[in-house]
């Protein structure tokens, strides 16, 4: 586990490997708390509609089972 020393301004590096594991960027926002006594850091998206564009598509697949199984419903 990296250990990192806090400036006298409170700022903290990072280390790259987690900043790459999260994706975290320049200009990455957080939300700041604390838990137990410990400093809890979590990542905000940066446009929480887009990166939730895409996470229900399936495709059509969704749709055309809708669409067959109305047909079928209306065939009996």
Not at 8 to 19: F, H, M, N
Not at 62 to 74: F, G, H, I, N, Q
């Amino acid at each position: 586990m990296p250990i990192v020393t806090a400036t006298t301004k409170g700022q903290v590096v990072i280390p790259a490997a987690l900043r790459k594991k999260l994706k975290i960027r320049k200009g990455t926002q957080f939300s700041v708390s604390e838990k137990d006594g410990k400093i809890i850091l979590e990542p905000i998206a940066e446009d929480p509609i887009k990166a939730g564009r895409g996470m229900l598509d399936s495709k059509g697949r969704v749709l055309r089972a809708l669409m067959s199984d109305r047909k079928a419903e209306a065939r009996r």
